[in-house]
């Protein structure tokens, strides 16, 4: 991928369009795993050099604003232990000039129509199971988030939210030294109660993906001390049907980008 700051725009989109075939490639080659509920497992989602850079251009801690929601918890320190960058334009504009070019570039690939219809194909019947037969045809808004999780960092389990459709998560670390870190798959036992089933390799350029359901629990276990950090991209993609749904997701991005702003000056 180009490295100079001053990409002219006819490369720029070159970029992103090598980056999204790609991944969009890694996505129609992924595992299908039936169990304990359909999901993808990625071996290889981003191209080498790409890659590499990511790991290169990764923002420091300063950059980051802290999580929400389920995910808003805090360490014995006091630290937030996830923190987050949301991959759109208006959020990397305080990054100095390279990084803002590289994620810029890196987010509208995970943004494409190619990498969200490559998404729909190899999760098809999971889809069709919870919108029906013109799961196809329903509207899907992806978020992409750079997200650090630090040590004291946990979730326990969660099928996620009814807002959203597919939850990607592409896993960043240097090397494969914490494979053991990463996400939890459980099964729901006859009797309602949740069972251990599969863990994630926390391993580099790897990742899962499934369409959300009522069983697809999953959680993370606490990030020990001796992890520096747990770098992931999320991608979420919210369901976009209807105008309670479509204004929702417009109105999260642009409050998050209110939040965002105020944090440059507190």
Not at 9 to 17: C, L, N, S, Y
Request: with cysteine; net charge positive; glycine share 6%.
């Amino acid at each position: 991928m180009e490295q100079s700051v001053t990409v002219p725009p006819a490369q720029r989109k070159r970029d992103v369009e090598s980056i999204s075939s790609f991944v969009a490639q890694s996505i129609d080659d992924a595992r299908l795993v039936e169990k304990p509920f359909p999901h993808l497992e990625f071996d290889r989602v981003f191209p080498d050099d790409v890659y590499e850079r990511i790991l290169e251009l990764m923002p420091q801690s300063a950059d980051y604003r802290p999580m929400h929601g389920r995910s808003k918890k805090r360490n014995s320190s006091g630290a937030h232990t996830r923190v987050k960058i949301d991959l759109f334009p208006e959020y990397i504009r305080h990054l100095p000039p390279e990084k803002r070019a590289f994620w810029n570039a890196v987010g509208k690939a995970l943004r494409s129509d190619k990498v969200l219809e490559a998404l729909r194909r190899r999760l098809a019947p999971a889809l069709e199971s919870r919108h029906g037969a013109g799961s196809n045809r329903v509207g899907m808004f992806p978020i992409p988030v750079l997200t650090r999780d630090i040590p004291g960092y946990s979730i326990s389990p969660h099928p996620d939210t009814h807002w959203k459709g597919i939850t990607v998560q592409l896993y960043l670390p240097p090397d494969d030294s914490h494979a053991n870190i990463g996400t939890v798959f459980h099964d729901v036992l006859p009797n309602g109660k949740l069972a251990r089933s599969t863990q994630m390799r926390f391993a580099r350029n790897c990742g899962y993906a499934f369409a959300v359901d009522t069983d697809t629990w999953h959680s993370a276990d606490k990030v020990p001390p001796d992890v520096k950090s747990r770098d992931s991209i999320l991608l979420t993609y919210f369901v976009d049907q209807g105008p309670l749904r479509i204004l929702r997701n417009r109105g999260k991005r642009l409050g998050n980008f209110v939040l965002n702003e105020l944090r440059q000056y507190f």
